[in-house]
């Protein structure tokens, strides 16, 4: 069986956790992986035997580009990538500009005769999957989705969100679960000599990632202190009569890196049956995002 | 906003929630009943106003027919329907004959430009699309379904494979969980006057359903002592690193039904889309699963 050759777009958490996704996948290998600079000597080890390359277009016979830079880096890359005709998968997880992404993206594939799978993580992803059933079970409820596992929990996205700040060396930014689908945001910062804090946080809470939830700001010596890999979240729809729940929780990186990589089996098969388009995880028919022939997918169906 | 026309076609439990169901949805309309026997005076009141049939071809303008007869008598319905170029939904359940009834039923709707979505209720169905998620999360686990909910809940499958029977003349079988995706089943009859007990326990137990669970039968006098309408399932998926979990609970043929419904639309959608064929549900994109708009659909992704 032929593999699904796959670049990785950017070596942060995501990229890493997706290098172990592809090695424990039956039908995937890894072509390159794409970094803005070349390997530096602390990552040697790690992509000892991987080709590692500045552009995409070093890379050959690319299937599938896994982006797995910071999210709002991530609809820009896409572009650049799709325009190339390549198939891309991201985990964008702006929630807000899920609809302004598909309008900017869709046409574009379609031009390029190519696949974009985006907003494809745990949440957006498959939460939002899991969102959709619970409302077609429930058509009459409300679902309510609350963050942060059991004890609070590492949001990637936010936490590169404060990181992009002037001023900051260091952050993270924890996700606390707050009561009916509420949160508190804790974000921890490690400053640049001479930055500014009372600015900086303003510039946090004023940001829409951090808008809408009760958030604090406080600065430390040391983040590492404070960091997690974990992260989860609850999903919940009561009425009267059906009561649904989903809970789901783990290590952030390695749960979005383990969807990507099944989004990149799903846009690959789109593009090979020529639906071309931009698509969010519930526009591509589950059973594409499973490995194997088509029988062993609909194994304990 | 056209709405899609709906046949119910059978008139148990499951019918008379999609009723309901129909009656909920903004963009679905009944457009009659097909049933063996024309209306009798039980269910006049639950009928009133309703165009009741013997025969699909009674009625005009059908969009997709909602197959609700016990789930043994679905595919050769479903074969009966869309040879008539009609789509169909419908819950059957056998969870082994899926891959047999998907090779009988794909040809046959792609010959007769039509769509089927089977297997399409609550369990396999909705539950099939979660443990899907399960697998892609979390590649390396496995996932253990356990039915009945917190009590132990009421089968459909089982019990009108149970009502079925020679000489049984009510039943109900019940679902009990017996941890790690194990279960007990109890099974109640009222027999006929003269019925073998002993022989119809032996059918019982050596019938596909139940040959694979610990299952005692009971004669009483009364079944109605020993129902309910509730049912539910658990899927777990645990890892050393991933953890996930799916509750489900309610009114069984409500739940059913309401999946039933969604199903019908994505049907519709399908056949509009010229994407004929037979398919289970993880095989449709969840959003076609929805009302509304395309960005109706999207929000709260």
Redesign the interface.
């Given at each position: 069986m032929r593999k699904i050759k796959i670049a990785i777009i950017g070596w942060g958490n995501v990229g890493r956790f997706c290098k172990q996704?592809v090695e424990?996948?039956p039908d995937v290998e890894l072509s390159g992986v794409v970094r803005r600079l070349q390997s530096v000597d602390k990552d040697k080890d790690e992509l000892k035997g991987v080709c590692v390359v500045t552009d995409i277009d070093a890379l050959k016979d690319i299937d599938v580009a896994v982006v797995s830079v910071p999210s709002r880096e991530a609809p820009g890359k896409v572009k650049e990538i799709i325009s190339k005709g390549i198939p891309t998968v991201d985990s964008f997880d702006v929630?807000d500009h899920?609809?302004a992404v598909?309008k900017d993206l869709h046409p574009l594939a379609i031009q390029y005769k190519t696949v974009s799978i985006f907003?494809a993580g745990?949440d957006?992803g498959?939460d939002?999957?899991?969102?959709?059933?619970l409302?077609?079970?429930?058509?009459?409820g409300q679902?309510t989705t609350t963050f942060g596992g059991t004890k609070g929990g590492r949001s990637m996205g936010h936490t590169a969100a404060v990181k992009a700040i002037d001023g900051v060396k260091n952050a993270v930014s924890l996700t606390l679960p707050n009561g009916a689908g509420c949160h508190k945001r804790k974000v921890y910062i490690e400053l640049m000599p001479g930055a500014d804090f009372e600015k900086i946080k303003n510039q946090i809470c004023q940001d829409p990632y951090f808008v809408h939830d009760d958030t604090s700001v406080t600065a430390v010596e040391d983040i590492s202190l404070f960091d997690t890999m974990n992260h989860g979240g609850e999903l919940e729809r009561l009425?009267r009569?059906?009561?649904?729940?989903?809970?789901?929780?783990?290590?952030n990186p390695?749960?979005t890196a383990?969807?990507l990589i099944?989004s990149a089996r799903a846009a690959y098969r789109a593009k090979q049956n020529a639906q071309y388009g931009a698509f969010?995880f519930?526009?591509?028919?589950?059973?594409d995002?499973?490995?194997g022939s088509f029988?062993e997918r609909?194994k304990?169906?």
């Amino acid at each position: 069986m032929r593999k699904i050759k796959i670049a990785i777009i950017g070596w942060g958490n995501v990229g890493r956790f997706c290098k172990q996704a592809v090695e424990n996948a039956p039908d995937v290998e890894l072509s390159g992986v794409v970094r803005r600079l070349q390997s530096v000597d602390k990552d040697k080890d790690e992509l000892k035997g991987v080709c590692v390359v500045t552009d995409i277009d070093a890379l050959k016979d690319i299937d599938v580009a896994v982006v797995s830079v910071p999210s709002r880096e991530a609809p820009g890359k896409v572009k650049e990538i799709i325009s190339k005709g390549i198939p891309t998968v991201d985990s964008f997880d702006v929630h807000d500009h899920i609809q302004a992404v598909k309008k900017d993206l869709h046409p574009l594939a379609i031009q390029y005769k190519t696949v974009s799978i985006f907003g494809a993580g745990w949440d957006p992803g498959t939460d939002s999957a899991i969102r959709t059933i619970l409302r077609l079970i429930s058509p009459d409820g409300q679902t309510t989705t609350t963050f942060g596992g059991t004890k609070g929990g590492r949001s990637m996205g936010h936490t590169a969100a404060v990181k992009a700040i002037d001023g900051v060396k260091n952050a993270v930014s924890l996700t606390l679960p707050n009561g009916a689908g509420c949160h508190k945001r804790k974000v921890y910062i490690e400053l640049m000599p001479g930055a500014d804090f009372e600015k900086i946080k303003n510039q946090i809470c004023q940001d829409p990632y951090f808008v809408h939830d009760d958030t604090s700001v406080t600065a430390v010596e040391d983040i590492s202190l404070f960091d997690t890999m974990n992260h989860g979240g609850e999903l919940e729809r009561l009425t009267r009569n059906i009561r649904q729940a989903y809970s789901v929780e783990g290590i952030n990186p390695m749960m979005t890196a383990n969807v990507l990589i099944a989004s990149a089996r799903a846009a690959y098969r789109a593009k090979q049956n020529a639906q071309y388009g931009a698509f969010t995880f519930i526009e591509r028919p589950l059973i594409d995002f499973l490995p194997g022939s088509f029988e062993e997918r609909l194994k304990g169906y």
